[in-house]
């Protein structure tokens, strides 16, 4: 208990500095969450909200988009706001029509259809296979000079007489705002949690405190484990403040699966934070070199991670490198429970995946941070 009441001590001298902390990061938070507009609708609406750009402008891609206007409702951007509407979810998916598409389809030199769909979307699933299924009705009347008449309406006769398929509400909510509040929570914890922690803990770093300390009955593992429990219990009370604001935000999904699941997911992803900041701290000596070390891992990894920017945004190779950072599988994961609407072994598993990944960074930052520690104590004594 001294170890833990020193701890406490400590804590109540720096109350002025968490507190402020803690405000600035809540209320950029709220800003954020009001700046995000959701329009995503998934598993919900038959047809789609999209933008239809055709630069080829024939018979045949008229008649194309007409078919489209059953799974799709066409919207209109200037081209420099487009990429804006697909962010915020304006549109669900882009459909871009080449010039000289009409003159080479079905031939050796066909051009392709150009496509960005928001990933995971049942809807934009539906309108690619209803794309797949015109073109390829088409290519197929060319490809064998059947003749007839007309080829869009030859086409449609077929079509309809397919059995139309619509996506019932299988999901109980729409989790894309609660997904993107939870996302910029990894930047919350880092920036937060190390800070503080941070703070706190450069208080036991001093030699002689350190030395004074060995003389006690405490051994120095059993105080690190002390420190650790100490970090977490103060880092829980923040994860449990930002949780009651989710609740408020988003009460109409967070007490369903999905929402506990994005709870557990930030959990998991606090121990990490936690673990982190301990090994931080035994490494660095100076509150300057910690407090830079935290502004820069939780921007950094909030850029290529996904936090700032949706991953499907981010070019490959950034999300290569990402994956070295625990943010990534923790945005990662938040993505694949907002859309997840059977709770399978297979749909499951991604997420089971990106929990293991999380808890294993956590175990190797803990092991870390004590062999260090102990290799720091054998050459100061």
Not at 212 to 222: C, E, F, H, P
Not at 318 to 332: D, E, T
Not at 363 to 380: G, H, N, V, Y
Request: with cysteine.
């Amino acid at each position: 208990m001294t170890v833990f009441k020193l701890y406490l001590k400590i804590l109540n001298q720096n109350k002025v500095t968490i507190f402020v902390y803690l405000g600035i990061f809540i209320l950029l938070t709220l800003i954020m969450v009001n700046t995000f507009n959701s329009n995503t609708e998934n598993f919900a609406n038959v047809k789609t909200d999209i933008a239809f750009i055709d630069h080829d402008d024939t018979e045949f891609t008229r008649n194309f988009k007409s078919y489209l206007a059953d799974y799709a409702n066409f919207k209109t951007f200037k081209e420099d706001k487009l990429e804006d509407a697909f962010f915020y979810r304006e549109i669900q998916m882009i459909i871009e029509i080449p010039k000289g598409f009409t003159d080479k389809f079905s031939t050796q030199e066909e051009l392709k259809i150009k496509t960005k769909s928001v990933p995971d979307s049942a809807a934009s699933y539906t309108l690619e296979q209803a794309m797949d299924n015109y073109l390829n009705l088409a290519r197929t009347y060319q490809e064998n000079n059947i003749s007839t008449g007309d080829l869009h309406e030859a086409i449609m006769a077929i079509l309809t007489k397919e059995a139309k398929t619509e996506f019932i509400q299988d999901q109980d909510g729409d989790y894309s705002g609660a997904e993107f509040y939870f996302n910029y929570l990894s930047y919350i914890f880092l920036g937060l949690i190390i800070s503080v922690i941070c703070s706190i803990m450069i208080a036991f770093k001093p030699l002689d405190i350190k030395r004074r300390n060995n003389l006690g009955a405490i051994s120095n593992k059993k105080m690190n484990f002390i420190l650790l429990f100490s970090n977490f219990l103060l880092a829980f009370l923040f994860y449990l403040i930002l949780i009651i604001v989710a609740l408020i935000l988003y009460s109409d999904v967070m007490f369903k699966a999905n929402g506990f699941l994005l709870m557990l997911n930030a959990f998991i992803f606090l121990l990490t934070v936690i673990s982190l900041a301990y090994l931080l701290v035994v490494i660095f000596n100076s509150r300057n070199i910690v407090g830079a070390l935290a502004t820069v891992i939780s921007l950094g990894s909030s850029f290529i991670c996904g936090v700032f920017i949706p991953q499907f945004l981010i070019d490959d190779f950034i999300l290569k490198i990402a994956r070295i950072f625990p943010s990534y599988w923790y945005v990662n994961a938040n993505e694949k429970i907002a859309s997840l609407f059977k709770y399978d072994y297979i749909m499951m598993k991604p997420i089971y995946n990106s929990f293991l990944i999380q808890s294993i960074f956590t175990f190797i930052f803990i092991a870390l941070a004590l062999t260090i520690s102990k290799a720091k104590q054998r050459a100061e004594n």
